[in-house]
């Protein structure tokens, strides 16, 4: 892991980045023969305190969108979901053996990882309930990456990072919090904005 994370931040070293207020969603699907029979809706789910409760659809893409004895060809689309929301993705076949006729597959994904995806047979739906958290805050300033206090941050702040990443908690004895992204852990998103901290000075 401390590897994985020096490595991010040799290649981050220098970069900034801005809150992030949507996330880019890719579709790669490798249709079957019949491809016209995929399509997909994305919903939006408007009451977030019950899991996939009040969804809403936000995207349709209709059957027939793709074209019949193609199969295995490749089609990448892709949408921007809003962060601090939660959504459901769900997946259909219009004969409802999914893409088994030569078996195709698709795969839905963000920057940071892949949400899901199926090939073969899934029959008439699949379905993926996830959510989106927040982007890093604007108000965010470089003094709550600054661990050792000395003013710039540095190597040293970068070990505080690398003890506390993956935390769900912070440690009583300890101011040192950063989550920037106020999601309630330390992860691959306050790992991004750590690295376009580095180097700065805290005012």
Do not use: R
Not at 65 to 88: A, H, I, K, M, R
Not at 187 to 203: A, E
């Amino acid at each position: 892991m401390k590897k994985y994370l020096l490595f991010l931040l040799l290649l981050g070293v220098g970069e900034k980045i801005s809150a992030q207020q949507t996330e880019t969603i890719t579709l790669d699907l490798s249709v079957d023969y019949y491809g016209s029979e995929f399509y997909y809706e994305v919903m939006l789910d408007a009451d977030t305190s019950t899991s996939a409760d009040g969804l809403v659809t936000i995207l349709y893409v209709p059957e027939g969108t793709y074209p019949d004895l193609v199969q295995g060809q490749l089609f990448t689309s892709s949408f921007e979901l809003e962060s601090g929301n939660c959504y459901q993705i769900n997946v259909y076949d219009g004969y409802g053996d999914g893409l088994a006729f030569t078996t195709g597959s698709f795969v839905f994904s963000c920057p940071d990882s892949v949400l899901f995806g199926a090939e073969g047979n899934y029959g008439d739906i699949v379905e993926h309930y996830f959510c989106i958290p927040t982007g890093v805050p604007e108000e965010v300033t470089v003094c709550i990456a600054d661990c050792d206090g000395d003013g710039w941050v540095s190597v040293t702040d970068l070990t505080c990072f690398i003890a506390s990443y993956g935390a769900i908690e912070q440690d009583p004895d300890s101011t040192y919090w950063p989550d920037f992204d106020s999601d309630g852990i330390i992860g691959v998103s306050d790992l991004v904005y750590f690295i376009s901290l580095y180097g700065q000075s805290c005012p």
